[in-house]
C-alpha cells in the first residue's frame, strides 16, 4: 500500500525527500529567554548535534558579544562534520569579523517589511540591495557560503522581495531565505510564496517559521513542498518567545513523509537525549505534550484504541516509537479500559483466564476506576486476586493490602462462582 | 493595510471568520495518560469552558462506566449555554443509552480505514453504512443533533468516504467529521479532502486532528480554509498519545486571521485560568513553549528584536498579549541586548544618561553576560553605578554589593572620565 502521508507526486519540485537541516539551537537557541551557554556547553551541544547528523550548525553573529565571537573560533576548529554558521546583520562591519572565525558560510538577514524598514534599521530597499550586494560580494571572495534572507518575509511587499532575491540570486548566493519571523504564516501562504520564489531564483531555498501561532512545523513541511530545501531547527524549538521550529517536531513529520530517507541521515534514537541536553542546559522540562519524547506520545489508553494497536501497531501509530529507542506503552488502568488490553495483561502476568473471565474482571476494573485514578499494581492485584479465586476456590484469595473496594469485588466474583 | 495573515479572498468557501468549537477536554482529553476527572472537577471544567464560549462540550460515551453515564447527565442538567454533546461508537447499543442523558447532541464515529476494518471492528463498508444509518435515524427521531465521522479518514479509500458521506448526508445528519486519528495527514491534504468532501455533502463539517506530528493547529486552519466549519480541540490538547489540536494555539492562529471574530465570541482571557485549571487537574506543567501562555511567549531578547519592539509592537508581535491579560517583556539582562534596551531601562529607572552613554554601559553589560547569566538586579545596579559616577565624579559609588567585575568595569569608567 503506498505510504499515503508520503510526497505527494504532483509536486514536482518537492524536497521532502531531499531536505537539510540548518540546526540554530546556538544562535536562534540563544535568544530563547532562558538561555545562557558557557563555552563549554557550546561544545557539548553542538558535539551532540554533528554526532545526530544535522547538515549545518549556525552560531550567534561573533560581533554580538567577545565571548560570542571566541566560541565561535573554538566550534570552527572542532572539525565537525556539520559546515558551521554564523549569522549577521548586512553590514560590512559584521561581516569583516564573521569571515574571520573560520566559519564555512555566513548568514545574512536584513529586515524588508515595512514595519521592520520603519522602525527598525530604517532603510529602503535601494540602500538594502546595495549593502547586501557589498557583502555578499565580500563573504564570497573568501570562498565561504553565503545566504541572503530578508527578515518578516510575508509582511514584505512581493515585488520588492523578488527583485531583491534575484539580484543576490545572480550574483552567486549558496541560499535565499525566507523567515516568518512573527510566526504567523499559514501553510498555503508559504506554498505560494516558496513556489512563486523558486521560478524567480536558482539557488536553494532556506525558510526559518517561528511558532507563535503553532504552525512551524507544518509551514517547514510545506514550504520543502513547494521546493525549498532547508529548514531551520532548534532543539525543543527554542529561540525568540516561544521559538521556531523545533528539530524533534520536524522529525516526526518528516519520518512519516520518507522514513528511508530521515532513518538514512539522522540518528534518531540520539534525539532523546539531545533534547535532555538542552532542555537541562536552559532549565526547561520537555512539554508534556512533545512530540516523540512527551512522556505519553505511544501512550494508547482508550478501550478502542488499546484493542486495536494490540493488533497492529499500525492502526494507531504513524510513528514506530522503536525508531527512536522508545517503546509503546498501553495503558489499561483506568476506568476506559476495555478487555482486550486487560487480556494483554493478564497474558503478561502467565495467568489463565477464559475470554468471559477476562470481561468480568474488565468490568470490575472500571467500576474501581469510577471511584478513583488506577495505578497499574491496583489492577494487578484485582486480576490476580480475581485468578486465584477462580481457579482455586478453596484457598482465600490474600486480601491483605485489598482495599475495601477490591475486597467487595472479590466477594462478589466469590459469590458469583458460588451461584 | 491589509492583514496579510486574513482570510484568504480565493477560499470562497472558507469559514475561517466563521469556526465553531467542539470542546472535547472532557472526552478526547479523559483518554490523556494522566486524566482522571472527578464529577466536581468535570462539573468544574465545563463550566469554565462555557464561560470561555465554547460552542460544544463534547462528553465521554455513557457506556464508558456507570460513572461516565452519570457524569454526563451532571452536566446536561447544568443549563450552560454551550450545547452539551456525548461521543459513542456506530452501535445502537451505546445510542439508546446516549439519547437517555439528556445531552443535545451525539457524535458517532466508525473506523473507515482498512487498518481499522480490519483490526479493530472487523466491518465491511456495506455494514458501517448499514449500522450508520440505523443509529443516525433513531438518533434523530429523538430530535437531538446527529454527527457522523469517520475515523483514520485520511487512510480510508475516498470512494468509500464520499458514498457513506452522502448517505448521511442524505438522511440528514447535522454534521460529517473527519478525523485524522493517527496525527498525520499534512495540510494540503486536508484542503484537498475538506474540499471535495464540501462538493458532496450540504451539511456542516467537523474536522479533528491528532498531534503526533506537530500539525494540528496548521491542518485545523487549513481544513476552516477549505469549507470545514467546526473544529475539534482540547484544553492543552490533552488527549490519546500526544493530543489533538489545542484550544489556545488555536486562538493563538484564529486571532492573527480574524481578531474581531476571535474577540466577539471568546473570553480569551480567560484562557490562562482555564488552562491552569486543566493543568492542575491532569498533573502536567503548562509546556514552556506553549502558544501564548508559554512563560516566555511575549519576551524579546535579541537587541535588534528589543530595539523595534519598543519602537512599534507590531514588528516582532501577531499577537497582541493584552488581548490576553497578559503583558510584553524586553528581557535586557543578557549579553545578546542592545543599547536601545538598556536606554529604555534607564529611562524606566528615571535615570539620565546621554545616548553615548548608554551605549557604553550597553558594553559594559554584555561584557559582563558573557561571564556569567545576568539577572534584572545585576544590570539595575550596573546602571545605577554607572550613572552616579558619570552624574556626581566626586562622590564615591556605593559598591557594597558590587562584584569585583563590576568594580573594574566602574573604574574604567571613572579612568575614561579622566581622561
Known amino acids: 500500500m503506498q ?4 510526497p ?19 544562535r536562534e537557541g540563544e535568544q530563547f529567554a532562558n538561555a545562557f551557554f558557557s563555552t563549554e556547553k557550546k561544545i557539548e551541544i553542538a558535539k551532540a548535534l554533528d554526532d545526530f547528523g544535522v547538515d549545518y550548525i549556525e552560531l550567534t553573529s561573533p560581533v554580538a558579544s567577545e565571548q560570542s565571537r571566541k566560541d565561535c573560533e573554538a566550534i570552527c576548529k572542532l572539525g565537525l562534520k556539520a559546515k ?5 546583520r548586512c553590514h560590512m562591519d559584521d561581516a569583516r569579523v564573521a569571515v574571520e572565525t573560520g566559519v564555512d558560510g555566513v548568514d545574512v538577514v536584513i529586515g524588508t517589511s515595512q514595519f521592520l524598514r520603519q522602525f527598525s534599521h530604517g532603510k529602503d530597499m535601494n540602500y538594502i540591495t546595495n549593502s547586501a ?24 511587499d512581493l515585488v520588492d522581495l523578488l527583485n531583491i532575491y534575484r539580484t543576490v540570486d545572480k550574483i552567486g548566493v549558496n541560499r535565499v531565505g525566507i523567515a516568518d519571523t512573527v510566526g504567523c504564516a499559514n501553510p498555503r501562504q508559504v506554498y505560494e510564496l516558496v513556489r512563486t520564489l523558486k521560478s524567480v531564483v536558482h539557488c536553494d531555498i532556506e525558510t526559518h517559521f517561528h511558532n507563535d501561532t503553532g504552525c512551524a512545523i507544518a509551514n517547514a513541511y510545506t514550504a520543502l513542498e513547494a521546493g525549498a530545501r532547508l529548514i531551520d531547527v532548534s532543539v525543543l524549538g527554542i529561540g525568540e518567545r516561544n521559538g521556531i521550529t523545533p528539530l524533534g517536531g520536524l522529525m516526526a513529520r518528516m519520518i512519516a513523509a520518507d522514513r528511508d530517507y530521515v532513518l538514512s541521515k539522522y540518528k534518531l534514537h540520539k534525539l532523546r537525549d539531545l533534547e535532555n541536553l538542552v532542555a537541562e542546559a536552559v532549565q526547561v522540562n520537555i512539554p508534556f505534550n512533545n512530540p516523540i519524547t512527551g512522556f505519553c506520545a505511544f ?24 525508531d527512536f529507542g522508545l517503546t509503546r506503552y498501553i495503558h489499561f488502568a483506568n476506568r476506559l479500559t476495555g478487555w482486550n488490553a486487560i487480556k494483554s495483561r493478564v497474558d503478561q502476568l502467565n495467568l489463565d483466564l477464559t475470554d468471559d473471565q477476562v470481561k468480568d474482571v474488565t468490568s470490575k476494573i472500571k467500576k474501581l476506576g469510577d471511584v478513583r485514578p488506577l495505578n497499574i499494581d491496583d489492577v494487578d492485584s484485582i486480576i490476580k486476586d480475581y485468578h486465584a479465586v477462580v481457579s482455586t476456590p478453596l484457598v482465600k484469595p490474600n486480601n491483605g493490602e485489598a482495599i475495601d473496594e477490591e475486597m467487595s469485588l472479590l466477594n462478589s466474583v466469590k459469590r458469583k462462582r458460588l451461584e
Chains 1, 2 share one sequence.
Open 3 to 6: 505510504n499515503p502521508y508520503g
Open 8 to 26: 505527494n507526486p504532483s509536486d514536482y519540485l518537492s524536497n521532502v525527500s531531499n531536505f537539510q537541516l540548518i540546526e540554530s539551537t546556538l
Open 84 to 88: 558551521i554558521l554564523t549569522h549577521i
Open 133 to 156: 550586494v557589498e557583502v555578499i560580494e565580500f563573504v564570497k571572495s573568501k570562498g565561504i557560503e553565503i545566504r541572503f534572507s530578508s527578515e518578516d518575509s510575508f509582511r514584505s
Open 299 to 322: 501512550t494508547h489508553k482508550a478501550g478502542i484504541h488499546a484493542k486495536a494497536i494490540l493488533a497492529n501497531p499500525s492502526t494507531y501509530e504513524i510513528l514506530k516509537p522503536s
